[in-house]
């Protein structure tokens, strides 16, 4: 007998004590030598996420991690809060603030009194020295802290280059003036940026250990500020849940923390107040404002059997809801879930990165050492060749190339979940680019998905709203869904209808019944026609032309005349027309599918403006995996938009599968991205979305590629004095951030 092995799971860890992409490059390659373990580790979220084979222990995914010098846990569960109580969340950053301002303070005088021959007063280089001792001790602390540990286990990152460069400058410079010639009174010395011909013992850096030290704590900060920011979007989102809940337990409202709250409890959303969960509405009718969860500005009514989604506002009356998803289930969750994994996970691109990383940092310290020997071997001196290998070892640090990826994705997938786009992972970015056609399913995509009444023809002596008075009241007595559209769009023209006397269902062809006095029939005309009642020609007219369109008509007559017909079809979304438009202006060719018949699927594609040609019509829902394989095999690179349990297998076939968050939650699953609200203009808002963020991890890594590539010659070659080159290294940092940073300001 064979017995199938147990799947793989997958483990999350917090990582700390992270200091550069190199830690993470080192986490990463340590976690994945350990046998049925595949890993990634991200710098930005200080996350790492695991997938373990059978038989391996957490414990053994943590002892790997702390043998490389770090700390690993599994993510403390969420704690519910009592209601009304905030968590005081502890400051993170006050110990990088603390000693960034202390170094700041100390620096600037020293690196003034070095820069200013003017200020350089008798014996002000002891001054210097004084100021400065405390910068390159506490405020460097953590880089040297860093640096020792990798040493211990024989590794190195650019917490090495930081302390070897600092710690350098500063024992050369303790060196010069207690046993060289620089601690002499009257010592002065300019500032350059250029090498030239020295006495070394004459020449004191302590302005570039302080200054280095300053700058880079300085971009530390702002780095892990901003990345801070960046993940707000997530956070933002986790919070947006009702704390508590007023849960109706035998007839009397309890309130309640919305952890507690049970699949089938029935509660009460008063206006104004958040829902707690996802469910159905039981009793009541209000307008709910859903903008946080799908950007969608307005509100949407709902009544008696609608659905309604957890974090959503109600904005109109008093609701009664049946709880159907809670805890992890929710929609909300789902999001917030679908968010974290494609922060966490990693493009190609940055896969790169990391590999390029990892050896960079041994790379730089043999460039360094050979930079030293080289100056020397030249004869310019032990300052000039000092002073270029610190440079190299302080430009080189390469935390831009660990950030470029991490900070982009954590920015674009936090708008796009404010925007209701969600983006499954960081290889749909990159999927995005190739994308050349969009196929469109119709119902529910392109069309709403549900029967609506599109228009009301009438004889001369009858008015519209008579007409649809008297059928939406009749109708209202039928469950069938065409009869539901005709009622639902009577009550929303007119409230209150009628009442039905002697309501009677006669299958398969429609309904009658005594409607204000009047004996009304609705249905087909084969109906009619059985009592004498036909359609006047122009009526007759106007329904072979509405038939023609792939609309269901419904002939109504009452008083023994046939006075109005109406035409029902599934309406086109009124945004789908533009969300074509836009879909057309990125490069894409939209193709409609749908298995309705050509007739209906032709009416709808010139509605909205796509060519008869792009129609795939009268397909089975098991076919439209083969449509997609057959654009696939034509060399197309294709996008599916989809909603229902059919579409699903088409999204999994197609390169980028894009799913309706109005729709099914096998579609959602399939899906590489998934439109929160039911619009079809955020399928192109979404590939947008993409291709910006794509377009700024590749200008993140341009520019930290470029910036070492660049930067390291110049400081090889000595024409970066230290302390610039660790401005320079700080910048780079920041600006990467700062470029990611704009993604949120995307529309």
Known sequence: MITQAPASTEVELQIGGMTCASCAARI????????????TVNYATEKARAIVAAGVEVTELIAAVEATGYTAALPRPAVPEAPGEEPAAPDELAPLRQRLITAVVLAVPVIAMAMVPALQFDNWQWLSLTLAAPVVTYGAWPFHRAAWTNLKHRAATM????????????????WALFFGHAGKPGMRHGFELTISRSDGSSNIYLEAAAGVTAFILAGRYFEARSKRRAGAALKALLHLGAKDVAVLRDGTEVRIPTAELAVGELFVVRPGEKIATDGVVERGASAVDASMLTGESVPAEVAVGDAVTGATVNVGGRLVVRATRVGADTQLARMARLVENAQNGKAAAQRLADRISAVFVPIVIVLALATFGFWLGTGEGWSAAFTAAVAVLIIACPCALGLATPTALMVGTGRGAQLGILIKGPEVLETT???????LDKTGTVTTGQMTLLAVRTTDDTTENEALRLAGALEHASEHPIATAIATAATEKFGTLPAVDGFENIPGLGVQGLVDGHTVVAGREQLLADRAQHLPEPLAEAKRTAEAAGRTVVAVAWDGTTRAILEVADAVKPTSAEAITRLRALGLRPILLTGDNATVAATVAAEIGIAAEDVIAEVLPQDKVAVVQRLQAEGRSVAMVGDGVNDAAALAQADLGLAMGTGTDAAIEAADL????????????????????????????????GYNIAALPLAATGLLNPMIAGAAMAFSSVFVVGNSLRLRSFR
């Open 28 to 39: 990463e390659k340590k976690l994945n030598r350990l046998d049925g373990v595949e890993a």
């Open 159 to 174: 917490d090495t280059l930081v302390s070897l460069g600092t710690g350098a400058a500063f024992l050369w410079s303790l």
């Open 433 to 439: 680019r190739r994308i050349d056609t969009v196929v």
């Open 674 to 705: 998934t439109l929160v609200r039911g619009d079809l203009r955020a399928a192109a808002d979404a590939i947008r979305l993409s291709r910006r963020t794509l377009t700024t991890i590749h200008g993140n890594l341009f520019w930290a590629f």
